[in-house]
């Protein structure tokens, strides 16, 4: 089986991924040991828009199942902070003006996994009635927000049902070099060890 989804094995990588899905072992997260239940769906980056078609469709054939989905776009959570903040607009119209460094650095600021973006994402946890977690939008929010940052913290506020993290780029996993999610197949700095890569799931 692949390790992750590319144009030429879209369809099967999405069969896969709804057949492990809505097996008893992932919603039960058996097999597991007592690692967190946290999976990476890795995908080329540059398919990202068909993707996010079959995501949907993913999600409406798991429901038709009975399997609830919540889903958490990180791109869209974070202009959900940036509006409850009352700085969106002051953002809008600064960035042109302002270094690329300078913007980043002020919404790492307010859109901190810790301290803000975590603890948002708890609330919608915490007010939703679901069967499993579905993470989107990880390509928008680069440079200001990692995923790894964002698993580390999630650990604690989301291990009572399983969490998918749908990653532009690849996930690998070796005992030789650790873990690394390599966003868009070129940024290999994320240090992250602890998820499974769903195409090495079974049903």
Same mark, same amino acid.
């Given at each position: 089986?692949?390790?992750?989804?590319?144009?030429? +094995?879209?369809?099967? =990588?999405?069969?896969?991924?709804?057949?492990?899905?809505?097996?008893?072992?992932?919603?039960?997260?058996?097999?597991?040991?007592?690692?967190? @239940?946290?999976?990476?769906?890795? &995908?080329?980056?540059?398919?990202?828009?068909?993707?996010?078609?079959?995501?949907?469709?993913?999600? +409406?054939? %798991?429901?038709?199942? =009975?399997?609830? $989905?919540?889903?958490? +776009?990180?791109?869209?959570?974070?202009?959900?902070?940036?509006?409850?903040?009352?700085?969106?607009?002051?953002?809008?119209?600064?960035? @042109?003006?302002?270094?690329?460094?300078? %913007?980043?650095?002020?919404?790492?600021? $307010?859109?901190?996994?810790?301290?803000?973006?975590?603890?948002?994402?708890?609330?919608?946890?915490?007010?939703?009635?679901?069967?499993?977690?579905?993470?989107? =939008? $990880?390509?928008?929010?680069? @440079?200001?927000?990692?995923?790894?940052?964002? %698993?580390? +913290?999630?650990?604690?506020?989301?291990?009572?049902?399983?969490?998918?993290?749908?990653?532009?780029?690849?996930?690998?996993?070796?005992?030789?070099?650790?873990?690394?999610?390599? %966003?868009?197949?070129?940024?290999?700095?994320?240090?992250? &060890?602890?998820?499974?890569?769903?195409?090495?799931?079974?049903?």
């Amino acid at each position: 089986m692949t390790s992750s989804v590319t144009s030429t +094995n879209l369809q099967a =990588g999405f069969d896969h991924l709804l057949t492990v899905l809505s097996g008893k072992r992932f919603l039960q997260k058996e097999g597991l040991g007592n690692e967190v @239940p946290f999976f990476i769906c890795p &995908y080329d980056a540059t398919i990202s828009v068909e993707v996010a078609r079959r995501q949907k469709q993913l999600i +409406n054939r %798991l429901e038709q199942s =009975g399997i609830r $989905v919540l889903e958490i +776009n990180l791109y869209d959570l974070s202009i959900e902070i940036l509006k409850e903040r009352g700085i969106w607009e002051q953002i809008l119209e600064i960035e @042109p003006s302002v270094s690329k460094d300078e %913007l980043k650095e002020l919404l790492q600021g $307010v859109l901190d996994p810790e301290t803000n973006l975590v603890p948002a994402m708890a609330d919608k946890i915490k007010n939703n009635e679901f069967d499993m977690l579905f993470l989107t =939008g $990880v390509g928008e929010i680069f @440079p200001y927000i990692r995923s790894h940052h964002v %698993l580390n +913290n999630l650990q604690s506020t989301a291990k009572e049902k399983p969490t998918l993290m749908f990653f532009p780029g690849t996930y690998t996993h070796s005992l030789e070099s650790g873990a690394s999610l390599d %966003l868009f197949q070129r940024l290999h700095d994320d240090k992250y &060890y602890r998820a499974f890569n769903i195409f090495h799931c079974e049903a």
